[in-house]
């Protein structure tokens, strides 16, 4: 019977066993519940990984994902350390007091940006599709979303300390860009879609830095863009359900877009006038790009998926779709709500100005006609019908010819160009760490050659001796 | 003494109680030609080096040289153990010339002060009748066999050597004794430094240096160690480190307890690591089918691993208290130098252990697992440091 029930419990059960205690205990108050979180779905990663086809590959894939649930575990420890050390009146600035605060957020950061592909180490994983295979492309989208839970949850940890919260910031920036401009430059949507996540989910993060709302309307607005579009990926992996029929995919265009505007508004009221210094107009135009794509993309790129089918199944009128792209729409708006409720104010022109990026990235992706494209599979119209499509005027195209393929192709080229220079670094990195260290592996063979090491210990000490006094 | 005093006394002893059990285990699997009394007589030997183990036994000079000449002995005994006895030689040689040295140390200290008493010394030493160069110098040699003995780096590679070379059954005891007399010849040396401000510093100073570069080094070699063996031997430096880091700081902020709980902890996760090391395959680059011991009896393997992860201080396990202990002491005594070094052995450690878990278990194999299991004696010797381990955390639990 227990060998029964031991043998059903395969890798994908296993897994997804472990993904909802991981993600249960990420949304647990306290760093150790956090690491414990990582942990957990980092194994759960490689329980499908191991059981993979293409086991070898997948193993070494998602082998990174350890990475960001040990930085984690550091700051757990630090955390306990900390509370030990007394910071006297006057001196919290030095000693242990002050480099525990900071080791602590350090390792907050550096969870929380790995996964959401804001360092450089493991980046383009959303390019990649998940281990496990019945749901392979929607996988990745669980990192990003862990990455902003991790932010997030931990807040107090990082946004208080100030040189940590700067370099996240300028890495959450330009994460933001170089995803946006992925998801602009992939052609297929569900690749853009895992890209957007992590747009969506580093512009949040940025939002929980800035502290521009409450860490509840920053999570309600999160969850109104990043989450439409797990389940917009999700209903892709279902024969494309949230882009079947002619509501659906009006509804999710307009869900998207309200998200984003939502998400991205706070933010850009912060960064563009907010208090403090005058560098304002370059951070908000940097901001700006990515909202602009994203708006621009999420109207932009949501189709009526072609029909394939010469019979069509019955559905019912409201479906789950339905319901999703429903909330979607009305979370966004409704965090606001409750940002303004909960004491979030805007300057008249800056909150007019705010809205502008995602007003003109939506609004020129609604207005600039569309040039057809044939489709493959598409169903053959009848012969009357098609003489008739060839014989109506087109729409006149404002974008000249190949314009589309053109921006498309220096988003992708920007963003390998960028990702390349940040591998160079790691890899240059890497190799001088390998030379140094490459003495030592070569003096720890287990032959009697190590004995030297003995000798050089003794030197070296007979050396400091002299020092010492 | 009432019943409950005996209970106490029992515990304290239990680890190297149950060490010894381990290894009387090994011993019968290892030995299983021979007769069982012939078998065990190596447990002669054995149960002075894991009353050792327990580190209740006063040190003296000779002490250190006895458990030395005890430890060479039980490797040297087996001629026809090549291995074994080149670990024989090679820790005469080694632990032969820091004995040497730190005894020359002592006694230029002796002869500078006319007292072999430690106490007296910094007495003596403080009224400045003595020029400080010979006493400065001699007094860090008289610790060098100590610094030696704990095995961090850049002395770590006799540990790697015996978990490597050694026989599984005694292989850990030698180690946990050797590193326990290590840790009771520094604490013996620095009885009461405190009073003399300068041999003060230059302990510390030379306590700092060691625990930095055993940590640092420590870190280093765990990120390109690939046999199991080795990387059991790693850890233990580390744990070494732990020692001196403790020893540094602790005077000043450290728990009493944190040594009698450092010995007990060693001696159980040493054995269990060390057995479990034997089954392991080398890491690769890439994922491998599993090796046979997890493929066929995974209980045992996860026991043997708890084992390996409470050395490397993996939150929820023993050890993972002695690491926090040692670095709230470097803490609250302002070694953020050596408590960033911690972090990074930490770090290290942690990551090894979980790489070497992954490694263990692999990735599913389409044929069928080996047929012949692994004897009963081994799991068995892989099961007692666990179980006590585990009884470690839940009496930790408990008391908190």
Request: charge should be positive; glycine fraction near 10%.
């Amino acid at each position: 019977m227990l060998r029964r029930l031991l043998q059903g419990f395969d890798a994908r059960r296993q897994g997804a066993t472990l993904t909802v205690l991981g993600l249960a205990s990420l949304a647990a108050r306290g760093l150790v519940f956090s690491a414990l979180g990582l942990e957990l779905l980092a194994l759960a990663f490689w329980c499908w990984a191991r059981a993979a086809d293409d086991a070898v590959e997948q193993v070494r894939r998602w082998s990174w994902l350890r990475r960001p649930a040990q930085a984690l575990w550091f700051a757990a420890g630090v955390h306990a350390i900390a509370a030990s050390v007394p910071a006297w009146p006057g001196f919290a600035h030095m000693g242990a007091a002050a480099l525990l605060p900071r080791l602590e957020a350090g390792g907050v950061v550096w969870a929380g940006l790995e996964l959401l592909a804001a360092l450089p180490l493991s980046r383009p994983y959303s390019d990649v599709s998940g281990p496990l295979l019945v749901m392979r492309p929607w996988l990745p989208t669980l990192l990003p979303a862990a990455g902003f839970a991790v932010l997030w949850r931990n807040a107090d940890a990082w946004v208080p300390v100030p040189e940590i919260r700067r370099i996240a910031e300028a890495l959450l920036l330009l994460t933001a860009v170089l995803s946006a401009l992925r998801a602009f430059g992939r052609r297929q949507w569900i690749a853009s879609l895992r890209w957007l996540t992590i747009t969506d989910s580093a512009l949040g993060a940025l939002l929980v830095a800035s502290a521009a709302v409450r860490p509840q309307v920053s999570l309600l607005l999160w969850l109104g863009a990043c989450g439409g579009r797990a389940f917009m990926l999700a209903g892709e992996l279902r024969g494309a359900t949230s882009r079947r029929g002619t509501t659906l995919p009006r509804m999710w265009r307009a869900a998207s877009w309200v998200g984003s505007a939502a998400l991205s508004w706070p933010l850009l009221i912060r960064v563009g006038f907010g208090p403090g210094g005058g560098a304002h107009a370059v951070r908000f135009f940097l901001t700006a790009v990515p909202v602009t794509l994203t708006a621009w993309i999420a109207v932009r790129r949501i189709v009526k998926a072609p029909e394939r089918r010469q019979m069509m199944r019955r559905d019912a009128a409201v479906t789950l779709s339905h319901f999703s792209a429903l909330l979607t729409l009305v979370l966004g708006p409704l965090a606001l709500l409750l940002g303004w409720w909960l004491g979030f104010e805007a300057s008249w022109p800056g909150s007019v100005i705010s809205l502008l990026p995602s007003a003109l990235g939506g609004g020129a992706a609604f207005a600039l006609p569309k040039r057809k494209r044939a489709a493959k599979h598409v169903v053959q119209p009848t012969a009357g019908a098609a003489i008739a499509s060839e014989s109506a005027p087109r729409p006149r195209d404002p974008l000249p010819r190949g314009f589309g393929a053109l921006a498309r192709g220096l988003a992708r080229g920007t963003f390998r160009n960028v990702t390349a220079l940040e591998r160079w670094i790691v890899d240059a990195l890497g190799r001088l760490a390998t030379s140094v260290i490459s003495p030592l592996r070569d003096l720890h063979t287990g032959d009697a050659q190590e004995y030297l090491l003995f000798l050089v210990g003794l030197s070296v000490l007979a050396l400091v001796l002299p020092f010492l006094r | 003494m009432n019943a409950a005093t005996m209970l106490a006394q029992l515990l304290a002893y239990g680890p190297a109680l149950a060490a010894l059990v381990a290894a009387a285990l090994l011993l019968s699997v290892d030995r299983r030609g021979h007769g069982l009394l012939y078998a065990l007589a190596p447990i002669v030997v054995l149960l002075p080096l894991a009353a050792i183990s327990t580190g209740r036994l006063p040190f003296g000079h000779a002490g250190a040289a006895l458990v030395v000449a005890l430890v060479v002995a039980i490797l040297a005994r087996d001629r026809d153990e090549l291995l074994q006895n080149e670990c024989a030689l090679k820790l005469l040689w080694v632990m032969g010339v820091s004995l040497a040295l730190s005894w020359a140390g002592a006694d230029l200290l002796v002869l500078v002060t006319g007292t072999p008493r430690v106490l007296e010394q910094w007495g003596v030493l403080g009224l400045g009748i003595d020029a400080p160069y010979l006493w400065s110098v001699a007094l860090p040699l008289s610790m060098l066999t100590g610094l030696v003995m704990l095995g961090g780096a850049p002395f770590h590679f006799w540990l790697a050597d015996v978990l490597q070379g050694a026989r599984p059954w005694a292989a850990p005891l030698a180690v946990v004794a050797l590193q326990t007399t290590g840790a009771a010849w520094i604490g013996a040396r620095m009885e009461g430094v405190e009073m003399l401000p300068t041999a003060n510093a230059i302990s510390i100073g030379l306590l700092g240096v060691c625990a930095g570069i055993a940590w640092l080094a420590g870190a280093a070699t765990l990120l390109v160690q690939r046999r199991p063996e080795r990387r059991v031997g790693t850890l233990v430096s580390l744990q070494g480190g732990l020692a001196l880091g403790m020893l540094l700081a602790g005077r000043r902020a450290a728990d009493p307890t944190w040594f009698t709980a450092w010995t007990a902890h060693q001696v159980l996760a040493v054995t269990g690591a060390s057995v479990l090391a034997r089954f392991l395959p080398v890491s690769g680059g890439t994922a491998r089918p599993g090796g046979a011991l997890f493929r066929r009896h995974p209980a045992a393997g996860l026991a043997g691993w708890l084992a390996t992860a409470s050395l490397a201080g993996v939150p929820g396990t023993p050890g993972a208290w002695l690491w926090m202990r040692v670095a709230r002491a470097l803490a609250t005594t302002g070694h953020l130098g050596l408590l960033l070094a911690l972090g990074l052995a930490w770090l290290a450690a942690f990551a090894a252990v979980m790489r070497q878990a992954r490694d263990a278990i692999g990735v599913p194999d389409p044929t069928p697992p080996p047929t012949r299991v692994v004897p009963w004696t081994a799991r068995a010797a892989l099961w007692i440091p666990a179980l006590a381990l585990i009884a470690l955390i839940v009496s930790g639990a408990s008391k908190r």
